[in-house]
T-cell receptor
Framework: DTEVTQTPKHLVMGMTNKKSLKCEQH?????MYWYKQKAKKPPELMFV???????INESVPSRFSPECPNSSLLNLHLHALQPEDSALYLC?????????????FGPGTRLTVT | AQSVTQPDIHITVSEGASLELRCNYS??????LFWYVQSPGQGLQLLLK??????LVQGIKGFEAEFKRSQSSFNLRKPSVHWSDAAEYFC?????????????FGQGTILTVHP
């Protein structure tokens, strides 16, 4: 099974709300990723977790807070977002972080900030 | 730093015609190269990958790609396109060193298939 699941599929939130995105994989992968994708653009890396530790933060604003509670689960906590944060948020996983392993992507969460 | 260029923003082909999507990369060492496909509003699906060895790589859905080190290219091909191939295609290069795990994507090529 090469599936990465993401919930919710769609999320609408106001600028003062707090919400979370959830990502899960059961492939035994030890690296997990968050990407942000704006319309008609490629995905942009936000965070990389390796063995449940944050390895890469691509200078993401603190209103985005990642969390990796265990090897199968990755969360993205959202607080005080701006309308320009509206995008498709993609989660991915790979066997490890070495770059030689392909990343498997989830279907994404479509986020709208009002 | 690595980079990927997909020169064609939009390509239109007729169903049954052959297809070639271009990808050029810039990377200091041996690159890890990938092609992904994305349908509207969906996640990315891996078509194929190249790490080493045979420079002609076979993927899913009848796609293949050829790695040419001398041209820094990794072009995607399909001999006969189906209407269901209409989607956006991304070429990506994987990084090593302290950026292990970082995928850098090209800007994407949108494929339209005419019946």
């Amino acid at each position: 099974d090469t599936e990465v699941t993401q919930t919710p599929k769609h999320l609408v939130m106001g600028m003062t709300n707090k919400k979370s995105l959830k990502c899960e994989q059961h492939m035994g992968h030890r690296a997990m990723y968050w990407y942000k994708q704006k319309a008609k653009k490629p995905p942009e890396l936000m965070f990389v977790y390796s063995y449940e530790k944050l390895s890469i933060n691509e200078s993401v604003p603190s209103r985005f807070s990642p969390e990796c509670p265990n090897s199968s689960l990755l969360n993205l906590h959202l607080h005080a977002l701006q309308p320009e944060d509206s995008a498709l948020y993609l989660c991915a996983s790979s066997q490890d972080r070495s770059g030689i392993y392909e990343q498997y992507f989830g279907p994404g969460t479509r986020l709208t900030v009002t | 730093a690595q980079s990927v260029t997909q020169p064609d923003i939009h390509i239109t082909v007729s169903e049954g015609a052959s297809l070639e999507l271009r990808c050029n990369y810039s990377y200091g060492a041996t690159p890890y190269l990938f092609w992904y496909v994305q349908s509207p509003g969906q996640g990315l699906q891996l078509l194929l990958k190249y790490f080493s060895g045979d420079t002609l790589v076979q993927g899913i859905k009848g796609f293949e790609a050829e790695f040419k080190r001398s041209q820094s290219s990794f072009n995607l091909r399909k001999p006969s396109v189906h209407w269901s191939d209409a989607a956006e295609y991304f070429c990506a290069v994987g990084a090593g060193g302290t950026s292990y795990g970082k995928l850098t994507f090209g800007q994407g090529t949108i494929l339209t298939v005419h019946p």
